[in-house]
């Protein structure tokens, strides 16, 4: 995941919370190139234990272009690491819009 830029993300904080869900929501919005603010990513953390749960990233229109999904962290290495991962991707075509859904990345990484 790419880092915060602190000269040009501005960050806003959510506590989204229902019956069901529990999560801290960072919007990364940033100035356009017409002084306007334009959503650059969202961050999801689960507000139980601060695991990074979900990453949107969305172009200059405001469309979703990737949402990630990180599941089941385990320790690798003593690195914590999600054991699976999903990820859709929008891509353009002539014929429109079309989505790429990534299969879950389960298993153990490195060695």
Do not use: C
């Not at 999560?23 to 100035?31: A, E, G, T």
């Amino acid at each position: 995941m790419r880092p915060i830029d602190a000269d040009q993300d501005k960050l806003l904080l959510e506590n989204f919370t229902d019956e069901d869900n529990a999560f801290y929501v960072l919007h990364v919005v940033r100035v356009n190139g017409g002084g306007e603010l334009q959503l650059a990513r969202t961050i999801w953390f689960n507000r139980y234990n601060l695991t990074l749960s979900r990453q949107l990233i969305f172009d200059a229109a405001g469309n979703i272009l990737t949402d990630a999904r990180y599941t089941d962290w385990r320790r690798y290495d003593n690195v914590a690491f999600p054991s699976t991962s999903k990820s859709t991707a929008r891509t353009t075509s002539t014929r429109g819009d079309r989505y790429r859904e990534d299969g879950h990345q389960q298993g153990r990484i490195g060695r």
